[in-house]
Nanobody, 124 residues
Framework: QVRLVESGGGLVQAGGSLRLSCAASERIFSSFSMGWFRQAPGKEREFVIAISRAGSSTYYADSVKGRFTVSRDKAKSTVDLQMNSLKPEDTAVYYC?????????????????WGQGTQVTVSS
């Protein structure tokens, strides 16, 4: 069964850091590119960051460049999102997702599997 499980969300003050982790079954981890998306109340789900299957390429939304990074931990079968210099506008539910696409990773289309989401709240 395909399963993605996010963890690491919470409440943090503006300027602080959080690290989210997405645990995936081994089959997904080795075969799929992985993305992180977020959805704030009343807004559509938006792309945040993605990493290719091999981990050799990463893609960032302009709003998080220079603050967020993504990495794959092969030993743990996790994809980690490091979020620094957090802003109140980063407040959202964060979702990890898996896709077989090798291009257009910023598009929600083609992501076949999604986690349940984890809440990130940044206070001002």
């Amino acid at each position: 069964q395909v399963r993605l499980v996010e963890s690491g969300g919470g409440l943090v003050q503006a300027g602080g850091s959080l690290r989210l982790s997405c645990a995936a079954s081994e089959r997904i981890f080795s075969s799929f590119s992985m993305g992180w998306f977020r959805q704030a109340p009343g807004k559509e789900r938006e792309f945040v960051i993605a990493i290719s299957r091999a981990g050799s390429s990463t893609y960032y939304a302009d709003s998080v460049k220079g603050r967020f990074t993504v990495s794959r931990d092969k030993a743990k079968s996790t994809v980690d999102l490091q979020m620094n210099s957090l802003k109140p506008e980063d407040t959202a539910v964060y979702y990890c997702a898996a896709t077989t696409k090798t291009y257009s990773l910023a598009s929600r289309d083609g992501y076949a599997y999604w986690g349940q989401g984890t809440q990130v709240t940044v206070s001002s």
